[in-house]
């Protein structure tokens, strides 16, 4: 159709953009004719010169090619020869390999896209043409790589952290099809006998409970973290029975900033400040003693007003197991701050990518997160390492500096 039969009748206003998608239609369909053009005329040349050179090669058909341009998506054959000697020079040969691909899909996939949007995001965008089968199969391999780093052998770890957070998933039900849920995801990390810090392993439950937990510390035990000297929780119900039963020589110490969060939500607004910061100044002592001191000072204050909440501060276990280590690790082994710090990023990267669309994009997602931060943590060593001698790193289960 002509440019005079398009703009018939219209608006003047319609005119400019008419004429424009014309004339780039009209471009685009230059730029393919002339590059299939010269490339009818490349396969020539090359023919004849290696006939030149005694070398009995011929035409074996064409390849499609998908090209972006500003003007649109264009198509090309690319010639092939016999002796699959011929490379054009013509237009940048196609060096996308698989690992690349993977790689590119990975990251689509890892952003929350559906296999069907990444087949349409590479066709778009890249001009690659994939079907949803194709992108299948490479997603069953980047899950049977995730699932592998889930079944590896672990190293020791001399101190283990414990906690859980929730994460958006969608789940697929015969009766409400559809439905977005939170569950959630137990994550445990170690300091391991390198000195270093380590995600050791993740597990989905519909509910968090110590039963779940007994069940994951039973498969890292059997993965090789041996024997840990101290497990760091927050107040679940059952978990003190639970690592006991798993780990009997293993101490067990309570996120003591988990009981200053309950501390604060227990008592009056205008006593919060106050009371928080005596329970700090408790725990940051800098000896045994000067702790329980500053302990007993600490309820004797407090328990006229609030008898009920001192009552249940006292029977607490596990509040100072962290005084049984050299003082250089207490900070360290007191909270759960380090594996929480990784859990809120986990839950600002599931927040900012929507949701975790099915069961396999989650333990993808879970396990590239996991990856990365283990490849930084493994780098840095625990600051406290070094002030250890080497009787005490012995006595851990930290490895002896040469």
């Not at 239609?25 to 030149?52: C, S, W, Y």
């Not at 890892?110 to 690659?128: F, P, T």
């Not at 672990?154 to 969608?170: N, Q, R, S, W, Y």
């Not at 989650?362 to 990856?371: G, K, Q, R, S, Y």
Request: charged residues 30%; contains cysteine.
């Amino acid at each position: 159709m002509s440019i005079l039969a398009l703009i018939e009748g219209k608006k003047p206003e319609e005119l400019g953009s008419i004429v424009k998608n014309s004339l780039d239609e009209f471009v685009k369909d230059k730029i393919e004719e002339t590059l299939n053009d010269l490339l009818q005329g490349e396969i020539e040349d090359f023919l004849t010169d290696a006939l030149r050179d005694q070398t009995f090669d011929i035409r074996n058909g064409y390849y499609k090619r998908h090209l972006k341009t500003k003007y649109g998506r264009i198509e090309i054959s690319v010639p092939r020869d016999r002796l699959n000697l011929f490379e054009t020079k013509i237009i940048q040969p196609y060096k996308q390999t698989a690992a690349d691909l993977e790689y590119v899909i990975q990251s689509l996939y890892l952003r929350g896209l559906s296999q069907n949007e990444i087949v349409k995001y590479l066709d778009e965008a890249m001009g690659i043409d994939l079907s949803r089968e194709s992108i299948g199969k490479m997603v069953r391999k980047i899950l049977s790589s995730a699932l592998e780093f889930k079944k590896r052998k672990l190293p020791k770890c001399v101190a283990v952290f414990l906690d859980g957070t929730h994460v958006p998933l969608k789940r697929k039900y015969a009766r409400y099809g559809d439905t977005v849920i939170d569950e959630c995801v137990e994550v445990v990390m170690g300091i391991t006998d390198k000195g270093v810090k380590e995600i050791l392993d993740f597990v989905t439950v519909s509910n968090e409970g110590a039963h779940s937990w007994k069940e994951f510390l039973l498969t890292l035990k059997e993965r090789g973290i041996g024997e840990p000297k101290i497990f760091v929780t927050d107040g679940l119900m059952g978990m003190p029975e639970a690592i006991k039963e798993v780990f009997p020589n293993a101490k067990h110490q309570r996120c003591l900033v988990h009981i200053q969060r309950n501390i604060s939500q227990n008592v009056r607004v205008k006593d919060r400040t106050e009371i928080c910061d005596d329970f700090r100044n408790v725990y940051n002592q800098e000896t045994k003693e000067k702790t329980f001191e500053e302990f007993d000072n600490f309820v004797k204050k407090w328990e006229i007003t609030y008898p009920h909440l001192m009552k249940k501060i006292v029977s607490t276990n596990g509040l100072f197991e962290y005084l049984e280590f050299p003082m250089c690790m207490w900070k360290a082994i007191r909270t759960t701050n380090y594996i929480e710090s990784f859990n809120a990023d986990l839950q600002r990267y599931s927040n900012h990518r929507i949701l975790f669309n099915s069961e396999s994009n989650e333990i993808i997602v879970l396990t590239a997160c996991i990856a990365d931060y283990n490849n930084t943590a493994s780098k840095k060593k625990e600051k406290y390492i070094s002030e250890l001698n080497e009787e005490e790193r012995y006595q851990l289960g930290f490895e002896i500096l040469a």
